[in-house]
């Protein structure tokens, strides 16, 4: 079945380290996103990417970085620079169209975040 | 800017209760509209959708018609089930958000038994 798979579900980061959450997708899907949610809170754009190998910067990039080397995979890097990465992160894909996403998103099961 | 507001939430109800979760708009284009619901610890599913004005969405008992003239895009169900309890957001695309989905804040939804 196509679908969305983000690796790993659980995730424990020391302070000062930088670490890579994975997304891949099987859909053939244009687009790509990585949206960090807090409790209790709705969703916050981190990075999209429309095209393979391009990518831009969503509402809350600083401290973030990602790639987009295949059309399949666009891993997010949390680096030391974001001082409170202790989220649960979403990868999400679509296809694009003229009117935009209009088919809606498929979104991955989440990797959760913890700084120790 | 294009925007989404949805009540806030918690809604609690009791088993088939009638649902009503309301959602309003502002967009520059002519979006789609979408609700997703995200159960406890897992990612955003699309619950359904609705492409242009008087479209009505539908999925597993939950609809949601596409109101230009109100800009809004409320959600219903007529009878609601414990296995319900989850968040809904709803969510607004168009091509004039470079083919960003905008979320709202979600509203979460407990049933009681």
């Known amino acids: 079945d196509g679908g969305i798979t983000q690796s790993p579900k659980y995730l424990f980061r020391k302070e000062g380290q930088n670490v890579t959450l994975s997304c891949e997708q099987n859909?053939?899907?244009?687009?790509m996103y990585w949206y960090r949610q807090d409790p209790g809170q709705g969703l916050r754009l981190i990075y999209y990417?429309?095209?393979?190998?391009?990518?831009q910067k969503g509402d809350i990039a600083e401290g973030y970085s990602v790639s987009r080397e295949k059309k399949e995979s666009f891993p997010l890097t949390v680096t030391s620079a974001q001082k409170n990465p202790t989220a649960f992160y979403l990868c999400?894909?679509?296809?694009?169209?003229?009117?935009?996403?209009?088919?809606?998103?498929?979104f991955g099961s989440g990797t959760r975040l913890t700084v120790v | 800017g294009n925007s989404v507001t949805q009540m806030e939430g918690p809604v609690t109800l009791s088993e088939e209760a009638f649902l009503t979760i309301n959602c309003t708009y502002t967009?520059?284009?002519?979006?789609?509209l979408f609700w997703y619901v995200q159960y406890p610890g897992e990612g955003l599913q699309l619950l359904l959708k609705?492409?242009?004005?008087?479209d009505k969405g539908s999925n597993k008992g939950f609809e949601a018609t596409y109101r230009k003239e109100t800009t809004s895009f409320h959600l219903e169900k007529g009878s609601v089930q414990v296995s319900d309890s989850a968040v809904y957001f709803c969510?607004?695309?168009?091509?004039?958000?470079?083919?960003?989905?905008?979320f709202g804040a979600g509203t979460r939804l407990f049933v009681k038994a």
């Open positions: 999400a894909s679509s296809i694009l169209s003229g009117a935009g996403s209009i088919y809606g998103y498929t």
């Open positions: 969510a607004l695309s168009d091509e004039t958000g470079g083919f960003k989905t905008i």
């Open positions: 609705a492409t242009k004005a008087d």
């Open positions: 967009a520059t284009g002519y979006p789609s």
């Open positions: 859909l053939n899907h244009d687009a």
């Open positions: 990417s429309q095209i393979v190998n391009d990518f």
